[in-house]
């Protein structure tokens, strides 16, 4: 169902701290925490015992000691200490998972441990570049994560779907995006020359009437969505041109299914103007926060809908060229994925 053999967001760094954090990822319960290094720690929240939830345990350490019968683990997932007797039996352990930390979210690899390259990792650092400012953001879909990927696909729907906030006018949804498709996802660009602002745009500047925008985004595998968008007043060539005074973001979004049926959302709008003011930040967050909303009512809805079917068959329309694309790509790497033989590192220990 998932593919496994990639880099997935776990959590934004704020919420690993030093109490026991759970999150359930592709259908595995996670604990997360921090050793006394401050490095984050993920392991199956499972014990090994009875399948207690080691986030009800406390930390010792860097150890974690399940409240049930007393078991502790180390980092790797080994059991350390079982206080009813002297000796631990062989090979108990839970799984741990390979983690990173970096540019403000904490990345899990829910496969083979072996493969887990950080060089595979996308580039998100206007997350916490200087010169970049933005809010963290979550929310989780009750929706399949596909529904919620085939949405950041296709960016017709914001003319339908967020009429009064990033979306603007039917105009929009009418340009057609050059879709390319890349070894790990699809790269879409759209242009929208000599329109009125969106609704967004029109309330930073109020005095702009009409605009060049852009849209130019890589949706990567698993679900990493890294956008240059942006608007700039009419004469100045759009993206391609003069970008000084326009209004700019780093758009930095990632889905990881938490069940077949629910999806967790990590969001952030990296903008690079107003820098010293903080209310300028809090309120684009907050304008996101509201057009995802839209997004989450819509999805939801369809997922609803689908339920009532599940060989509902959906209809293909032009809009749906990059969502095609990808799910294309994913579908060749989960094959690929099912193909190659399980290293000997990533088996169980006996």
């Not at 974690?64 to 352990?93: S, W």
């Not at 799984?95 to 887990?116: C, N, Q």
């Not at 929009?172 to 498709?181: D, G, M």
């Not at 780093?250 to 990881?256: L, P």
Request: proline share 7%; charged share 25%; with cysteine.
């Amino acid at each position: 169902m998932y593919l496994k053999n990639c880099w997935y967001v776990a959590a934004w760094t704020h919420e690993v701290q030093d109490t026991l954090f759970e999150r359930t990822i592709l259908d595995t319960p996670i604990l997360l925490y921090r050793d006394t290094q401050g490095r984050v720690v993920a392991m199956d929240n499972r014990c090994a015992h009875r399948a207690a939830p080691l986030s009800l345990g406390r930390l010792e350490g860097d150890h974690v000691r399940c409240m049930y019968h007393g078991l502790l683990f180390n980092p790797a997932g080994d059991c350390i200490e079982i206080p009813m007797q002297d000796k631990v039996p062989p090979g108990t352990r839970v799984r741990a998972f390979p983690v990173v930390e970096r540019s403000r979210w904490i990345w899990i690899w829910m496969g083979d441990p072996a493969l887990a390259d950080q060089a595979l990792l996308p580039d998100t650092h206007w997350l916490d570049d200087p010169a970049w400012r933005s809010l963290p953001g979550y929310l989780k879909h009750e929706a399949n994560y596909l529904q919620v990927a085939d949405n950041l696909c296709d960016f017709s729907h914001l003319s339908f779907v967020h009429p009064t906030t990033v979306g603007g006018s039917v105009e929009y949804a009418k340009q057609r995006p050059k879709v390319e498709r890349l070894d790990n996802g699809v790269r879409i660009t759209r242009r929208h020359d000599h329109h009125a602002p969106a609704p967004f745009v029109q309330a930073l500047r109020p005095d702009w009437t009409l605009v060049d925008r852009w849209n130019h985004y890589d949706f990567l595998v698993p679900g990493i969505l890294l956008m240059d968008s942006g608007s700039v007043p009419v004469g100045r060539g759009g993206a391609e041109g003069s970008r000084e005074g326009a209004v700019e973001f780093r758009s930095c979004q990632a889905i990881t299914p938490e069940t077949a049926h629910t999806t967790h959302y990590f969001f952030a709008q990296p903008h690079n103007f107003s820098l010293d003011d903080a209310e300028v930040t809090r309120s684009i967050h907050q304008l996101v926060i509201t057009a995802f909303d839209e997004d989450k009512r819509m999805i939801g809805g369809q997922s609803r809908m689908l339920a009532f079917d599940p060989d509902f068959k959906m209809l293909p329309i032009g809009a749906d060229a990059a969502l095609s694309q990808f799910r294309w790509v994913l579908e060749k790497m989960k094959e690929r994925e099912r193909t190659t033989p399980t290293s000997p590192s990533s088996l169980p220990r006996t």
